[in-house]
């Protein structure tokens, strides 16, 4: 059977796909269907954290897999207790709901801040401001958040209620808030699809003061800068903020389906009874092999994120080619003096995979990257840049 022509003929047209088929691989080395080594630079797009068919994580969920596989959500089960526990402990958060994907952790962190407004404002504070370029999902919801017009086109009328303003600039942020009934604000401290750029240091904690100022909800979707990316646990601890609600998925699974929406500050128990739930959300399998991903993002891996990152930086920041390196940690994007998907796809042929995002080559490897794989890669992207 030919895979791809298979695929083509049977899968909804929806990806343009590399001609690779991946089979199998180990860490941050894949290989494809002719036996072809990559080095993994993408990670699945930031969610093998730890690379592909981590022991670890592996000995986690096949063992949950010989226990039970589901359970629903009408039973408690272990994985998704200690689970819970540890993302409050690692973000200083209270409360947890599972969901499936980044845009479901959205979804359920959009109801949160409708339902803070709706108690404390009324129902009709429902507007959430958001950031051009900014990604927060595909569902039409998360769509309305997303300040890209290119994703809305043909799938309107969006859900009503958001705004999106310019990036680091807090009057516009401030202007938008006074002319809506806002309820709150969402943004990704690191913009991941938008173009891989962290917010100003400044402008993140002026957003925290509005946020306190006018009552607002302030909720950062971590989904791709979460869990370790960003050299810290989450991203907005760079910025020292304290969200009221924190959204995270890629990453945290390890390579399964999971979606978390952390609750805190005005949000921690804003939820009662029968206000959210889903069949799949906290399957134990995927919570099991969570929990042994999220165990080992401590101090010591975090310094080791941000020493990759410290070498990317500068070897890229002196590369010919490369004429700006943004991102924070292991996401990090290339201004490139060539376009950036003519680089990615050369960089297929020399056996390495990487991301764009927007008009930059994008990276997001393993968090556990062995640095002679990091090295290797990193001379191969800089030679194909110039
Ligand atoms: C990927 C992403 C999403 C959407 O996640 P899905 O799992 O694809 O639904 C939301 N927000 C950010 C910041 C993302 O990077």
């Not at 173009?195 to 979707?221: N, P, Q, R, S």
Request: overall charge negative; aromatic content about 8%.
């Amino acid at each position: 059977m030919n895979i791809i022509e298979t695929d083509k003929q049977y899968i909804a047209n929806t990806y343009k796909r590399f001609p690779v088929c991946l089979v199998n691989g180990h860490g941050s080395e894949v290989y494809d269907e002719n036996g072809k080594r990559y080095i993994d630079m993408g990670s699945g797009i930031g969610v093998t954290a730890f690379g592909i068919a981590d022991e670890k994580w592996q000995q986690a969920v096949t063992d949950q897999l010989g226990k039970i596989q589901h359970s629903s959500n009408l039973y408690y089960t272990e994985p998704d207790a200690m689970l819970a526990k540890l993302l409050c402990e690692k973000s200083g958060m209270d409360k947890v709901f599972y969901a499936n994907s980044g845009a479901e952790a959205n979804e359920n962190g959009i109801k949160a801040v409708r339902k803070y407004a709706a108690e404390h404002k009324g129902s009709d504070y429902y507007t959430i401001i958001t950031l051009e370029n900014s990604f927060h999902g595909r569902t039409l919801t998360t769509l309305a958040a997303t300040g890209q017009e290119v994703f809305h086109k043909q799938f309107t009328p969006l859900t009503p209620g958001f705004v999106s303003v310019p990036a680091n600039d807090i009057e516009a942020m401030k202007n938008a808030v006074k002319a809506h009934k806002t309820a709150g604000i969402m943004i990704e401290c690191i913009q991941g699809e938008g173009g891989v750029k962290a917010l100003d240091y400044d402008y993140v904690k002026a957003i925290e003061k509005l946020c306190e100022e006018e009552d607002l909800v302030l909720l950062c979707d971590e989904v791709q800068s979460g869990n370790g990316r960003s050299g810290y646990m989450y991203s907005y601890m760079h910025y020292g903020i304290h969200p009221d609600v924190v959204t995270t998925a890629k990453g945290l699974g390890g390579g399964l389906p999971i979606g978390a929406c952390l609750l805190g500050g005005k949000a921690g128990n804003i939820f009662s009874y029968g206000d959210l739930g889903s069949t799949f959300g906290g399957n134990p399998v995927v919570c099991a092999g969570a929990l042994s991903i999220l165990e080992r993002i401590d101090e010591g891996l975090l310094k080791e994120v941000k020493e990759k990152s410290d070498y990317l930086f500068e070897v890229f920041g002196k590369a010919k080619g490369i004429k700006k390196v943004s991102g924070m940690g292991l996401m990090i994007g290339l201004e490139t003096k060539k376009p950036a998907g003519e680089i990615v796809n050369a960089l297929i042929a020399k056996g390495v995979l990487c991301l764009t995002a927007k008009d930059k080559v994008r990276l997001l490897p393993a968090l556990n990257i062995p640095m002679d794989v990091l090295k290797e890669a990193a001379e191969l992207i800089i030679a194909e840049c110039e």
